[in-house]
């Protein structure tokens, strides 16, 4: 079976650009989630689909942030235009339904470089 | 203040060694306590899982919960050069649809051979 995918695995861009990032999660999880690590720091939490609707989108930093599950499957987060803060590493997680959540597949991560 | 908080090491142990990981947290609120192991350029992948308090066991490794004291604890025991990754502290409120993982920073091991 197929883990998550991620595309690109890297990005490199300049300040006040468009990227759009992309996961594929696991057939069959209803549960999608995307998080962030900026280098020093955790891992954190910035949002959770379920199929395609938004579940918790609290961790979201702001509006130039953009994220959609178009029919429930694959997912892309859009970050218009790029601030030099952005520039971490981006991961999506997927996991079944009707489970707690504590249980969650993560992809490799794309890596965001705003210069 | 962090919610969760994790040395980052870095640890290096020889081979063979029993490694101890630790994380404490301030929200009593957490319910779910997860390990999960990152090898360099891949995310994290889950370990162990406890459900509030207590111990658990697989294999060589054990994973210890104390909500009184608000620590959570891994031990590894023979440990081996394949186990030189980053582990990362996870945690969640247990009700109902909230899913959101709270994580520690992470603590680097290397074991030599």
């Known amino acids: 079976e197929a883990g998550v995918t991620q595309f690109p695995s890297h990005s490199v861009i300049e300040k006040g650009q468009t990227v759009t990032l992309r996961c594929d999660p696991i057939s069959g999880h209803d549960n999608l989630y995307w998080y962030r690590r900026v280098m020093g720091k955790e891992i954190k939490f910035l949002l959770h689909?379920?199929?395609?609707?938004?579940?918790?989108e609290s961790g979201m930093p702001n509006n130039r942030f953009l994220a959609e599950r178009t029919g429930g499957t694959y997912s892309t987060l859009k970050v218009q235009p790029a601030e030099l803060e952005d520039s971490g590493v981006y991961f999506c997680a997927s996991s079944l339904a009707g489970t707690s959540g504590y249980e969650q597949y993560f992809g490799p991560g794309t890596r965001l470089t705003v210069t | 203040q962090k919610e969760v908080e994790q040395d980052p090491g870095p640890l290096s142990v020889p081979e063979g060694a029993i490694v101890s990981l630790n994380c404490t947290y301030s929200?009593?609120?957490?319910?779910?306590f997860m390990w999960y192991r990152q090898y360099s350029r891949k995310g994290p992948e889950l370990l162990m899982y406890?459900?509030s308090s207590g111990n658990k066991e697989d294999g060589r490794f054990t994973a210890q919960v104390d909500k009184s004291s608000k620590y959570i604890s891994l031990f590894i025991r023979d440990s081996q050069p394949s186990d030189s990754a980053t582990y990362l502290c996870?945690?969640?409120?247990?009700?109902?649809?909230?899913?959101?993982?709270?994580w520690g920073l992470g603590t680097s091991l290397a074991v030599n051979p």
């Open positions: 996870a945690m969640k409120r247990g009700a109902g649809n909230n899913r959101k993982l709270i």
């Open positions: 406890t459900y």
């Open positions: 689909f379920v199929k395609e609707s938004k579940q918790d």
């Open positions: 929200n009593s609120a957490f319910q779910y």
